[in-house]
């Protein structure tokens, strides 16, 4: 998520930018994607919230706060995609960001509903701030890594900007959840490790 917000001009480029697609459409996706990037973690820890009440037997719950995300999503959606461009002074084009971010937003809406009703049935739950912050704390240093990679080389085509900037960004957040003691790192290095010895 950190990675595309502040490389995800890089990311798109290298995917899509040739012939007629110029930089102005790489920003233009970029945007779009960035806007989806909102509510990803919402959304995800949403369908793990939804997956526990389906395990307690109660599926009214999640489909009560389901409902509510679609009403909410078609609300903000309207006003972020039609009035909030000519409100902003920006291109009409700009309200499908729009709709991305509304999604997003409530999607965080539905996410609290579930968690804080979960809570009050079985105690608390979530992910512990500390663990957060450490992910956070590796996925800006590695993005800023990424970020003056990419400044100081832009004139590059995309592909090669993208391996120069994103590689880097790859080695350094692996390598900062290591040394931020985070375990799934390290499994997960060792796992890789173990594949490549059986190989």
């Known amino acids: 998520m950190v990675a595309f917000l502040i ?4 990311i798109v480029a290298a995917i899509y930018r040739s012939g007629r697609f110029t930089q102005g459409d790489v920003i233009y996706v970029w945007g779009i994607l960035a806007g989806a990037t909102v509510g990803l973690l919402a959304s995800t820890l949403s369908r793990l919230y939804s997956s526990t009440y389906y395990a307690l037997l109660d599926t009214r719950t999640p489909l009560r706060f389901a409902i509510v995300r679609v009403i909410l ?3 903000l959606g309207y006003l972020c995609a039609i009035p909030l ?4 002074g920006i291109e009409t084009r700009w309200g499908v960001a729009g709709l991305t971010i509304s999604a997003g937003v409530s999607s965080w809406v539905e996410f609290a509903l579930l968690r804080r009703t979960l809570n009050r049935r079985i105690g608390r739950t979530g992910l512990p701030f500390a663990f957060l912050a ?3 704390a590796a996925a800006l240093l590695a993005a800023a890594v990424g970020w003056v990679i ?3 080389l832009g004139n590059f085509s995309p592909i090669p900007l993208a391996v120069l900037a994103l590689v880097p960004y790859g080695v350094i957040y692996f390598a900062a959840t290591i040394m931020l003691g985070l375990p799934q790192a390290r499994e997960f290095i060792g796992r890789a490790i173990g594949a490549l010895r059986r190989a």
Request: no cysteine.
């Open 150 to 152: 990419r400044h100081f």
């Open 7 to 10: 490389l995800g001009d890089v």
């Open 73 to 75: 999503t078609t609300v």
């Open 85 to 88: 461009p000519h409100i902003l």
């Open 134 to 136: 450490r992910l956070w």
